[in-house]
C-alpha cells in the first residue's frame, strides 16, 4: 500500500475524480485529494470522504475570518509533501501544467508541486481541448518540467516524441497520454483524459517497479 497525493484540476475530466479516488483505494492505497478551485465546478465534493479532500482554504485555515498564522501551525502543502510517495495529476489541464513549467505556486497543488520531495515519482494525465494540447505551448511546457528534473531533452523533438523520451528517460516522471475521442466540447481528437483503469495501472506499475 502506498500514500498517494492525486491533484485534481480545471479540466472536464475531472468528473471522473470519485471514480478515480475509487479505483485507488480499491486497489489498497491511501489517498488524498488536492482539488482546485476550477475542478470543484466538475464533481461534487460530497462523493469523496471528507477527510480524503484538501481544498485551497484548508491551506490557511480561519483566513477569511481574519484568523492569523501561529508558530507551530502546520503548512499543509509541506505536510502533503511528506505523507506522500507519489503524486499523480488527474487530470491536469492546461493552465496547470503552464503553472508548474513556469514554478508558480498559488494553490495548495501547485504549493505541493513546488516542493514536491525530487525522489518521490510524479504522474501526469492531462487532458484538454485538442487544438490546447496542440498548441506549442504544451510541449516548451512538458520539456521546462523534464528540464527542470536536470534531464534536458534533445532539440527537435514533436510532442509526441517528446512524451516518449520523457516516458523513457525520465525515472521519476510519467506522462499518461491523452487518448483521441470525441471530446466534451464536441470536438474530436486527441485530448481526453485517459481510462481511469489505465491511469490506475500505470500508477501500480511505478510503485511495483519502485518496490522490487
Same mark, same amino acid.
Given at each position: 500500500?502506498?500514500?498517494? +497525493?492525486?491533484?485534481?484540476?480545471?479540466?472536464?475530466?475531472?468528473?471522473?475524480?470519485?471514480?478515480?479516488?475509487?479505483?485507488?483505494?480499491?486497489?489498497?492505497?491511501?489517498?488524498?485529494?488536492?482539488?482546485?478551485?476550477?475542478?470543484?465546478?466538475?464533481? *461534487?465534493?460530497?462523493?469523496?470522504?471528507?477527510?480524503?479532500?484538501? =481544498?485551497?482554504?484548508?491551506?490557511?485555515?480561519?483566513?477569511?475570518?481574519?484568523?492569523?498564522?501561529?508558530? *507551530?501551525?502546520?503548512?499543509?502543502?509541506?505536510?502533503?509533501?511528506?505523507? $506522500?510517495?507519489? +503524486?499523480?495529476? @488527474?487530470?491536469?489541464?492546461?493552465?496547470?501544467?503552464?503553472?508548474? @513549467?513556469?514554478?508558480? @505556486?498559488?494553490?495548495?497543488?501547485?504549493?505541493?508541486?513546488?516542493?514536491?520531495?525530487?525522489?518521490?515519482?510524479?504522474?501526469?494525465?492531462?487532458?484538454?481541448?485538442?487544438?490546447?494540447?496542440?498548441?506549442? $505551448?504544451?510541449?516548451?511546457?512538458?520539456? !521546462?518540467? $523534464?528540464? *527542470?528534473?536536470?534531464?534536458?531533452?534533445?532539440?527537435?523533438?514533436?510532442?509526441?516524441? =517528446? =512524451?516518449?523520451?520523457?516516458?523513457?528517460?525520465?525515472?521519476?516522471?510519467?506522462?499518461?497520454?491523452?487518448?483521441?475521442?470525441?471530446?466534451?466540447?464536441?470536438?474530436?481528437?486527441?485530448? @481526453?483524459? $485517459?481510462?481511469?483503469?489505465?491511469?490506475? *495501472?500505470?500508477? !501500480?506499475?511505478? +510503485?511495483?517497479?519502485?518496490?522490487?
Amino acid at each position: 500500500m502506498a500514500n498517494l +497525493l492525486l491533484g485534481v484540476t480545471g479540466s472536464v475530466a475531472a468528473v471522473k475524480t470519485p471514480l478515480l479516488y475509487e479505483t485507488l483505494t480499491r486497489r489498497g492505497h491511501a489517498v488524498k485529494v488536492v482539488a482546485t478551485a476550477a475542478s470543484l465546478y466538475f464533481f *461534487d465534493p460530497a462523493e469523496l470522504p471528507s477527510e480524503a479532500l484538501v =481544498l485551497d482554504e484548508d491551506e490557511w485555515p480561519g483566513r477569511r475570518e481574519g484568523r492569523r498564522w501561529q508558530r *507551530d501551525d502546520e503548512v499543509l502543502h509541506i505536510g502533503l509533501r511528506r505523507w $506522500a510517495d507519489l +503524486l499523480l495529476v @488527474a487530470p491536469l489541464d492546461a493552465n496547470t501544467l503552464a503553472k508548474f @513549467a513556469n514554478g508558480l @505556486a498559488d494553490n495548495c497543488l501547485t504549493c505541493a508541486w513546488r516542493a514536491w520531495e525530487p525522489k518521490r515519482p510524479i504522474v501526469l494525465a492531462p487532458a484538454m481541448n485538442t487544438l490546447m494540447w496542440q498548441h506549442p $505551448a504544451t510541449a516548451r511546457h512538458l520539456r !521546462q518540467i $523534464a528540464s *527542470d528534473m536536470d534531464t534536458t531533452p534533445p532539440n527537435g523533438l514533436a510532442l509526441d516524441e =517528446l =512524451l516518449v523520451w520523457i516516458n523513457g528517460c525520465l525515472g521519476r516522471l510519467t506522462i499518461v497520454e491523452p487518448e483521441d475521442r470525441r471530446l466534451a466540447c464536441g470536438d474530436v481528437g486527441v485530448g @481526453a483524459m $485517459a481510462n481511469v483503469e489505465s491511469i490506475a *495501472d500505470r500508477v !501500480q506499475k511505478i +510503485l511495483d517497479e519502485r518496490s522490487a
